[in-house]
C-alpha cells in the first residue's frame, strides 16, 4: 500500500476527496485470492444501503479481511466533513488474527500528528482533541499489525474555507542551491477553499 497510499495522499492534498479502495492487477491462476479488502460500512447488504455507504465514502481498505474499524471524529463518521474545527476523535479497532501495534492519525502531507501503541486485538483509541487551524484539514487513521499488514480509513474532513491557497511539496530540479546561482524550483500549489483562484502567482526568496 505504500506507494499507492503515497499517491492518495498527495491527491488529497491538492484537494480532492477520495476514499482508499484496494484493486488487484494479477494474472495467474490465484487471481483473487487475497486477504486484502475494501469494506463498506452500510446499514444492510441492499443495493440502496451499499450505493449509499459508497457515495458517503464510508468504507475502509485493509489487508487483513477479518479486520473492522470505524472512526468518527465529534460525531461525524468516516468520509465525512465536519461542522467544526475541534475534532474529537473515538478509533473503534477489532483485529481477531494479529495485535493491533500501532495506530496512527495522518493529516495534509502525510503528517503523523497522533499515534498510539496499543499492542491489542481491540482498541478503543480516543486521543486528545485536535484544533485545526487554517484551512480544511484531511484526517486519516492508518493501522499497522503485528504481522505488518496494514489498514487506512476513509478521510474525515475539517470544515471548508473561502480561500486556503499552499505552497508544498518546494524542491531543487538539478541539484542544491547555491547563493547567487539562477536555479529551478518544482512545487505544488492547492486550493482547499471554496473560492476559485485564478493567475495566481509564487514568488520564491533565498535567505
Known amino acids: 500500500m505504500g506507494k499507492s497510499a503515497d499517491q492518495h495522499f498527495s491527491a488529497m492534498d491538492l484537494g480532492r476527496q477520495l ?4 484493486g488487484e492487477d494479477k494474472q495467474g491462476a490465484t487471481w483473487g ?19 449509499d455507504a459508497m457515495k458517503k465514502m464510508r468504507v475502509y481498505v485493509t ?12 460525531g461525524f463518521y468516516m468520509g465525512a466533513t465536519t461542522d467544526t474545527k475541534q475534532l474529537n476523535f473515538d478509533v473503534n479497532i477489532e483485529s481477531p ?12 502531507g502525510a503528517t503523523v500528528v497522533l499515534t ?21 484539514q484531511w484526517y486519516v487513521v492508518r493501522v499497522t ?29 538539478g541539484g542544491a542551491i ?7 524550483l518544482k512545487a505544488g ?15 520564491f526568496y533565498y535567505d
Open 19 to 22: 476514499a482508499p479502495t484496494y
Open 33 to 51: 485470492q487475497t486477504d486484502k479488502r475494501t469494506m463498506i460500512v452500510a446499514e444492510d447488504l441492499s443495493q440502496d444501503s451499499l450505493l
Open 63 to 74: 489487508e487483513d479481511k477479518a479486520l473492522t474499524m470505524d472512526v468518527l471524529a465529534s
Open 97 to 108: 488474527n494479529q495485535a493491533v501495534s500501532k495506530v496512527e492519525l495522518l493529516t495534509n
Open 116 to 136: 498510539d501503541t496499543p499492542i491489542t486485538k481491540n482498541v478503543n483509541w480516543k486521543p486528545a482533541p485536535i484544533n485545526v487551524v487554517g484551512g480544511q
Open 145 to 173: 499489525l503485528a504481522n505488518g499488514d496494514m489498514a487506512y480509513s476513509a478521510p474525515i474532513w475539517s470544515p471548508e474555507e473561502e480561500l486556503s491557497v499552499k505552497v508544498s511539496n518546494v524542491e531543487s530540479v
Open 178 to 184: 547555491i547563493g547567487n546561482v539562477p536555479a529551478r
Open 189 to 203: 500549489i492547492s486550493n482547499l477553499g471554496v473560492k476559485d483562484v485564478k493567475s495566481l502567482v509564487a514568488r
